[in-house]
């Protein structure tokens, strides 16, 4: 299809109950493909309309095919990185709008040096609303790693924490990325401290949830320790000098006693026997 068939195509809604799911998430790829390369845009600006008729349309792990396929192009700078806004800003299932988020904290270059860097730019776009899943391109960020991003997200835990944010909040904590950070691990040790101190937080066993959530998906028993370059350099070493790769029961015999201290304290119904259970720790000291 041509670029002016695509762009016909995306401009037509009243032809797109015509299309069957190959045809939608052909015609969706393209339309970013197509942006991505000529920075036009038009097509773009049709995905507010035409991006939830494609996730209505296109089951998940299609679409999931469609964003690696995109990503990858994004990363090796085939297409422009704005390319993948469309994943970040309109879809709904939690592992593309957390790997988008990530990506583009990654990729976005500002203009001037004293301008944001991608993670406080994608930040912004988070806070200034509008995303159909903000809790997912939050826990995007997250996994980055960074400590000094961990340290900004840490100034909107009491905001998480608040009733009406509730199902932000499980967003947050039920995605998580298979590569463990040490910075990422020790926000969530560092935020149950704090939701410790607040009587009757409903947040505490969302965020204890989260903490078993990042253990059972991690694809490797090790952990990452290390500050990230942005954006990503084209020599593609993604971490400033000083990075530690340490072995995950290092890690979890680190965190072992401040757990267990907060396991001791809590109150019923419990859910800190099952944060110690997945990092393999036996619980906490006898209370005589």
Known sequence: MTYEGVRAAIASPATWDELGSPQVAWL???AMFI???????????????????????????????????????AREQEVRRDA????????????????AAHDLALYYEPLEPDLPDGPEHILAVILGGGLVNPG??????LALGDPDVCARLARLRPILA?????HTLLQVVTTADSRLHLATILFYVDWLEELATE?????????ASGLVVLRRAAGADIVVDARRRFPLPKDGVAYMPGMRVLPLSDVARMIAPRLERLAASE???????????AWAIAGPPTVS
């Open 199 to 207: 009587p009757e937080s409903h947040a505490f066993g969302h965020v």
């Open 28 to 30: 969706a790829e393209l």
């Open 136 to 141: 997912a391109a939050l826990a995007g960020l």
């Open 84 to 99: 993948l806004h469309p994943f970040l800003l309109y879809e709904d299932d939690p592992e593309i709008v957390s790997q």
């Open 162 to 166: 608040a009733e009406e944010l509730n």
């Open 35 to 73: 942006a991505g390369r000529t920075g036009e845009r038009e097509l773009l600006d049709a995905m507010p309309d035409f991006y939830p008729f494609f996730a209505e349309r296109v089951p998940a792990d299609r679409r999931r095919e469609t964003f690696a396929r995109l990503a990858t192009f």
């Open 267 to 277: 109150p019923a119904p419990r859910i800190m026997p099952r944060v110690l259970e």
